[in-house]
């Protein structure tokens, strides 16, 4: 019998872990996950994520008692800290120096400018003057972002002195005291999910965004649509960009913009795709990503020799109502869909609640908002909080028509 440590998350990744043989004991925070990842444990231990040497205190006597095969998590702001216990614990997996040098922005820059991929112009700047010299030498639009932000918080496009005065306004209100200054890079927006083993990196599926003028990335449609002049160079550069932040196991999450200059990075994770991207590519493409996550690097599954070809088509398309204080919600009766409403009060902090009650329904809805919440504009991921349409269609222009026809029909009164 297999053992891991989880570090948060929900249920998704670990369903079905016992019938693999894989004792789960998950690091989590009082209220922050479903009561119904409990079926999948072990244990349920409580540490503070952010401290991966609190929680390397709460895992060491389990791992004493028995040790653990692996130390994972599915969470990008936990991924430091989750290889801080990697490495204490003397583990294989995602390293410290690995999950920080995707964290931090600017030393992904530099690790890339290092082994000379994808050029891109950057500098981090500590005050506004330095990054209105940014600007000027750059000499068109830039942008401004946290060094290690997430979920598409604060970044900001500047393209002149007035839009970059109030941007540096911005950050600072949110505490930013350095900010990392890049040129924008105009294209769309794919990303390439891909696995990793033993160094091996395969490239399985490809994804492309809808984003609002906040950069946050309100639909996704898989395959994309947009990769295929681009592939053989996708795949190149995927495969030297794990290898040179020195990512040897898991899955990884990469994006880029397709520009007129080529393919350019945008950032990468040593984790699964937000956005339910898993379950649209196990949709698409047949491989199941939140499986491998804990098969392939304990040798249940073997990581397969070639990257699959898309069978069908899957999208997922957040629901955006007006803002406001919310009156009703109305659902058309015969909307072509199954339909979950979260109660209230029930997961107000679980991004993407009730997924995995969709996975094998081929049109779903869920409605996480009622009555008396209030909606705000979406300006971060965190604001994508009011519901789901998730379709799988023959191919993701299918699938992308049904998310519209569905979303449609749902109507928030504000």
């Not at 330095?130 to 598409?152: H, I, N, Q, T, Y």
């Not at 789901?388 to 979303?407: H, K, N, R």
Request: net charge negative; charged share 25%; hydrophobic share 40%.
């Amino acid at each position: 019998m297999f053992r891991v440590a989880v570090i948060g998350g929900r249920p998704a990744p670990i369903k079905g872990a016992r019938d693999l043989g894989v004792d789960v004991v998950l690091v989590h925070q009082p209220g922050q996950y479903e009561e119904s990842i409990r079926q999948h444990c072990e244990r349920i231990v409580h540490a503070p994520l952010a401290d991966g040497e609190a929680m390397l205190d709460v895992l060491r006597p389990l791992h004493e008692q028995r040790p653990f095969d692996r130390v994972l998590t599915v969470s990008e702001p936990w991924g430091v800290p989750t290889g801080h216990v990697v490495d204490g614990l003397g583990l294989p997996g995602t390293s410290e120096k690995t999950a920080r040098l995707l964290k931090d922005k600017a030393l992904m820059r530099e690790r890339l400018a290092k082994y000379d991929l994808s050029p891109v112009r950057f500098r981090v700047v500590r005050s506004e003057r330095e990054a209105r010299d940014f600007l000027a030498e750059v000499g068109g639009p830039v942008v401004l972002k946290p060094v290690d932000g997430a979920a598409s918080r604060n970044i900001l496009r500047v393209a002149d002195a007035t839009e970059l005065g109030h941007a540096w306004r911005v950050h600072t209100e949110a505490g930013n005291t350095s900010v990392l200054a890049e040129e924008f890079l105009t294209g769309p927006v794919v990303s390439v999910e891909s696995f990793s083993f033993g160094g091996r990196h395969l490239p399985v599926g490809y994804s492309e965004y809808l984003v609002n003028s906040y950069h946050v990335e309100w639909q996704v449609s898989v395959p994309s649509r947009l990769v295929a002049p681009y592939l053989p160079e996708l795949r190149d550069l995927t495969v030297r960009l794990l290898d040179a932040v020195e990512l040897t196991e898991g899955p990884s999450h990469s994006e880029f913009v397709l520009t007129e200059r080529g393919p350019r990075v945008l950032e990468s994770h040593a984790r699964m795709g937000g956005h339910a991207i898993p379950e649209l590519v196990r949709r698409a493409y047949g491989l199941d990503l939140a499986r491998m996550w804990l098969t392939v690097p304990l040798g249940i599954d073997a990581l397969p020799a070639e990257s699959p070809q898309p069978t069908a088509g899957a999208a997922i398309r957040f629901l955006r109502p007006e803002p406001g204080e919310i009156r009703a919600v109305t659902v058309a009766e015969d909307i072509p869909a199954v339909v979950k409403r979260v109660p209230p009060g029930e997961l107000a902090d679980v991004y993407l609640p009730l997924l995995g009650e969709l996975v094998d329904v081929p049109v779903g809805v869920v409605v996480h908002k009622n009555p008396g919440d209030v909606i705000t504009p979406i300006q971060t991921l965190a604001d994508c909080s009011s519901g789901y349409v998730l379709a799988t269609g023959a191919d993701a222009d299918s699938a992308v028509a049904t998310c519209v026809l569905v979303d449609q029909q749902i109507q928030f009164h504000t």
